[in-house]
């Protein structure tokens, strides 16, 4: 391969007499297809939980290295971790620390570690004589009983050290759930109720966050502020798109000071406050430092609390986008923050083939504008489009290699219906029907995959699609549209071609949000 892209890499300069040549080579290499899969792969392991420890946090003899700032071990490090991906990063975490380790404690989903074994990780295993201990909770990705003990075994470890001591905060995506610490009198299942009342009355995100932080001992900084005046030093595996800090598991590590007034003008708007459990109203009742409990000065010292985001989208893109030039492919990221309504994500990359495949010089203006005009609704900068339509017509006038469009994000799927799926399987059924309703069918193909393995309630992480995918489905008389009204995606790629399309890379031990990979194969010149 290394020899092939030489010689690609040499035909470039003296294009255009040898790149039609040179085009045929490379791509009699591997299909389209199946160098979408090995690029969305390079995209998993550039933040496998082992990988990104590796990177984020080195050791050179007794000093500990991370964010280039120094902290010096002498056996005085303790470690908790919180999230989908922690188990896999605390065994990396505890290999390079040895035996400078104290004790751990990890709060982790429910049966991972079976499933790991059964998926041949073992890698991201504990060893039988690891100091650090092992709790599994938030069964079906909610707050419980078993979540809540490991919060308070975290909360009574972080609790007692002292200024020499060194604090490691292992986090990842599913974090606030295996973190449950309500502030007293408030019981898990009233914190809960409340949250739940919450979503279903329309609050965003970010009001929801607010809530959950006002309501815990943890989040919000609270970790930080019980290890006081111990240093902590968190390494962080980003879910959220742009990797706020005092988003990623409510930021347990964050200063994020909620007072009481904020909260009770969320719960106002929604009319919910007549209705709260009295230990919620009591808890809001109180000053600030009496329902956080005693705050200890200085805990959100910056020389004594660092954050460090080690593995997120951003840089799951980038090991992508390595990984296509060594394929051949011309990479283009588009942005790791694709969100917004998955039919409307769908018509973006539809407009962008059109864009990227079009055999006029010119592109029509109108057809940028419908690009730039859907930007906002699917989280997506204009200067990010408008860099991204550049890209791509400059390699169409190359003309001799094929264009890989990247994107990450977490787009979401409104739903209407029982079937099976999630937002991967979907996108990638939406873009396929995009691409198949042209006027002329389009040749380029789509990828979509969460990088976590699992999409929905489902074995597959996503899907590939492309122009052929309708004409495909009618032979096997399966109705497209029946399928999406029902959001019943995987069932359909099942069928599709007894299941070839579907994307199953099994349980990745990471999760970074999605991978979105579209190649647009370069066109014949025009006769």
Not at 115 to 124: D, S, V
Not at 382 to 400: A, P
Not at 448 to 469: I, K, L, N, R
Request: charged fraction near 20%; glycine fraction near 10%.
């Amino acid at each position: 391969m290394a020899r092939v892209l030489t010689l690609c890499r040499t035909l470039h300069q003296w294009r255009p007499l040898w790149a039609k040549t040179a085009q045929a080579w490379v791509r009699s290499m591997s299909s389209l297809e199946e160098r979408a899969r090995a690029v969305f792969a390079a995209a998993v392991e550039g933040v496998q939980p082992g990988s990104v420890v590796r990177r984020g946090l080195q050791r050179r003899g007794d000093e500990l290295v991370v964010g280039g700032r120094s902290f010096t071990l002498r056996n005085n490090l303790h470690l908790v971790g919180f999230g989908k991906a922690v188990l896999g990063m605390a065994a990396e975490a505890e290999r390079i620390v040895g035996d400078h380790l104290v004790r751990g404690l990890i709060s982790v989903p429910h049966g991972i570690q079976e499933t790991l074994k059964h998926h041949g990780k073992m890698n991201m295993l504990l060893k039988s004589s690891s100091r650090i201990e092992v709790i599994e909770g938030a069964k079906h990705n909610l707050p419980d009983a078993d979540a809540q003990r490991s919060a308070e075994g975290i909360r009574e470890l972080a609790s007692a050290l002292t200024e020499r001591d060194l604090l490691l905060v292992l986090i990842s995506g599913g974090g606030s759930a295996l973190l449950p610490a309500p502030v007293p009198p408030v019981t898990l299942q009233e914190k809960q109720d409340v949250t739940r009342c919450l979503a279903a009355a329309g609050a965003t995100i970010q009001e929801l966050n607010t809530v959950r932080r006002a309501l815990s001992l943890l989040k919000g900084g609270g970790l930080a502020r019980c290890a006081y005046p111990a240093q902590v030093v968190a390494l962080i595996l980003s879910d959220v798109i742009g990797d706020p800090l005092d988003f990623i598991a409510s930021g347990p590590t964050v200063q994020s000071e909620t007072c009481p007034q904020e909260v009770r003008a969320i719960l106002d708007r929604y009319h919910l406050s007549a209705s709260l459990p009295s230990s919620v109203k009591e808890v809001l009742n109180k000053s600030s430092s009496q329902w956080r409990g005693e705050i200890k000065d200085h805990y959100h010292d910056k020389d004594r609390v660092l954050n460090v985001v080690i593995g997120s989208n951003a840089i799951a893109l980038e090991c992508a986008g390595r990984k296509a030039r060594e394929l051949g492919l011309h990479p283009v990221v588009l942005s790791p923050g694709v969100c917004g309504e998955v039919g409307a994500v769908a018509r973006l990359y539809g407009l962008l083939s059109r864009f990227g495949c079009s055999p006029e010089k010119e592109p029509p203006p109108a057809l940028a504008a419908q690009i730039l005009q859907l930007g906002p609704e699917v989280g997506v900068e204009s200067w990010d489009l408008h860099r991204t339509m550049k890209l791509i017509r400059e390699e169409w006038e190359e003309g001799w290699c094929t264009t890989c469009v990247l994107a990450g994000g977490e787009p979401t799927v409104q739903l209407t219906g029982g079937g099976r799926g999630g937002r991967n399987q979907e996108l990638a059924l939406r873009v396929g029907l995009e691409l198949s309703r042209e006027v002329e069918k389009s040749s380029a193909l789509f990828l979509s995959g969460g990088t976590d393995g699992q999409d929905g309630p489902t074995e597959a992480a996503g899907a590939v699609s492309d122009g052929e995918m309708e004409t495909e489905a009618r032979r096997q008389g399966l109705d497209i549209d029946g399928f999406l009204s029902n959001n019943d995606s995987f069932t359909f790629f099942s069928r599709l071609s007894d299941g070839r399309r579907l994307l199953l890379p099994g349980l990745t031990g990471t999760n970074v949000m999605d991978v979105h990979v579209m190649l647009l194969p370069p066109q014949p010149p025009s006769e």
